[in-house]
Antibody
Framework: EVQLVESGGGLVKPGGSLRLSCAAS????????MSWVRQAPGKGLEWVGR??????????DYAAPVKGRFTISRDDSKNTLYLQMNSLKTEDTAVYYC??????????WGQGTLVTVSS | QSALTQPASVSGSPGQSITISCTGT?????????VSWYQQHPGKAPKLMIY???NRPSGVSNRFSGSKSGNTASLTISGLQAEDEADYYC??????????FGGGTKLTVL
């Protein structure tokens, strides 16, 4: 059974940093492309970024609002995905979901972790 | 990259069929087969319902179907059931090597 468990969310001040983690199990993590998707309170879904598997180059792509501030990385030895968030803004407040990324879609989702950016 | 355009709400009675549209441009929906649909119940994570325009993942009811014409994709739910009441989102790959979601549609089963 595929499981994705996010952690690391919390309250942070504007301009601060936070690192989210996503522990994966139930599939071959090293072969998977992974994405982060966020959802602001009461709002719709927003794609944050994606990382390819190392065999496919391990490259990343990001949405314009987070490019240059957020970094996605992976540790295949720990089956863990990361999202490093710097220079946080109030508009980054959202539930952040970790997802597997297959056939151009987001096929498995974690339960999400809430990030609140507020002074 | 602007969000894809979906109606804010649709409704239908049990047993009826409804269709949710998702309009983009030739740089996203119209240009790629990577259009997918997600169902989200309140307080829950989204669930993949349709991928690559019209394919259903294992375990998803065949009451759900997808299609695309030009820059508009559609999700059709036939034989509406109370449990189908949820928010639905479309998503597409874009020419910028990014992904974009629609604004979401709230489905109410009357």
């Amino acid at each position: 059974e595929v499981q994705l468990v996010e952690s690391g969310g919390g309250l942070v001040k504007p301009g601060g940093s936070l690192r989210l983690s996503c522990a994966a199990s139930g599939f071959t993590f090293s072969n998977a492309w992974m994405s982060w998707v966020r959802q602001a309170p009461g709002k719709g879904l927003e794609w944050v970024g994606r990382i390819k598997s190392k065999t496919d180059g391990g490259t990343t792509d990001y949405a314009a609002p987070v490019k240059g501030r957020f970094t996605i990385s992976r540790d295949d030895s720990k089956n863990t995905l990361y999202l490093q968030m710097n220079s946080l803004k109030t508009e980054d407040t959202a539930v952040y979901y970790c997802t597997t990324h297959r056939s151009g879609s987001f096929d498995y989702w974690g339960q999400g972790t809430l990030v609140t950016v507020s002074s | 990259q602007s969000a894809l355009t979906q109606p804010a709400s649709v409704s239908g009675s049990p047993g009826q069929s409804i269709t949710i549209s998702c309009t983009g441009t030739s740089s996203d929906v119209g240009g790629y087969k990577y259009v997918s649909w997600y169902q989200q119940h309140p307080g829950k994570a989204p669930k993949l319902m349709i991928y690559n325009v019209s394919n259903r993942p294992s375990g998803v009811s065949n009451r759900f179907s997808g299609s695309k014409s030009g820059n508009t994709a559609s999700l059709t739910i036939s034989g509406l059931q109370a449990e189908d009441e949820a928010d639905y989102y479309c998503s597409s790959y874009t020419s910028s090597s990014t992904w974009v979601f629609g604004g979401g549609t709230k489905l109410t089963v009357l």
